[in-house]
């Protein structure tokens, strides 16, 4: 059965340790049963108590990012690329010491509008730095799972079919999708259908409206959403994530255009997606039985 998280910044974008105790309770408060922690700084953060915090309130943690310009590891530049793969290290040592299993988030190039088209060599350089990458990554116990985002965001994956190429040129059985329905409502032809041809090579999801709001107040399928990952058989991780004004983090507010305040209560945001994934996740699966149950005299 799949296990629903949340983003940690719909609680808080602070790295204060008591912030972040406060997130963990929270989360667990509002019934999930894991919290994703993005930009989360060990330096300033005493990973052993956060970790024996987690394991304390019985929660999953994964951890998501997106390279900076400067850490573009799809770079012509060498110091660019390198520092890029010194980050994902770094990320994939920090899950590890918190005892999760999977890195997501925009791996595979930097995070931001691009004003250029991709290449093929840029291309190439990502997949055969990723290749070494998920090489280490294995090696902690961690899957790579890479974000595909929409156009505004990255210039190089923007569909799962890009996504599935892409995995395949790397050549790794520890790299996977990592799908969010905010960027497939823009740019997949159909997300169910998308959903259904990446189907075992989906490693992480993200649950999101297309306002980044209350989930069902904005124009995503989320039935036909359901209806796929359940058909595929889906039993991985599903997290929300919401974006407003009223937390702010420098790292991802600019880049993801976060401008209007979509909400301020975010302990009510919190359960009403709890259980709009959980009765969402339910429906399909008794949809499915019907539709699979002859009720033979």
Known sequence: MSRIGIHSFVWSASSAQGDLERTLANTKEAGFDLIEFSYLDPANVDIGRLAKRIAELDLGVAISIGLPADGDISSADKAIAAHGVEILKRTIALTRDLGGQKVAGILSTSHGLQAQAPTRDQWN??????????????????????????????????????????????????????????????????????????????????????????????????????????????????????????????NLSKKTAIWRNLWTDNMELARHARRFIAIGLETARRKAELVSSSHQL
Do not use: P
């Not at 395949?168 to 905010?182: A, K, P, V």
């Not at 189907?199 to 992480?204: E, F, S, V």
């Not at 980044?212 to 997290?239: K, P």
């Open 125 to 250: 350089r990502s997949a055969g730095t990723l290749a070494k990458v998920a090489e280490t990554a294995k090696a902690a116990g961690v899957t790579l799972n890479l974000e595909i985002v929409n156009r505004f965001e990255s210039n190089l994956l923007n569909t799962a079919a890009q996504g599935l190429a892409f995995i395949e040129d790397i050549g790794s059985d520890n790299i996977f999708l990592h799908l969010d329905t905010f960027h497939m409502n823009i740019e997949e032809a159909d997300i169910g259908l998308a959903i259904r041809h990446a189907a075992d090579k989906i490693g992480y999801v993200h649950i999101g409206e297309s306002h980044r709001g209350f989930l069902g107040t904005g124009n995503i399928d989320f039935a036909a959403t359901f209806d796929a990952l359940t058909a595929i058989g889906y039993s991985d991780d599903l997290s929300f994530e919401s974006f407003s004004s009223e937390i702010v983090d420098e």
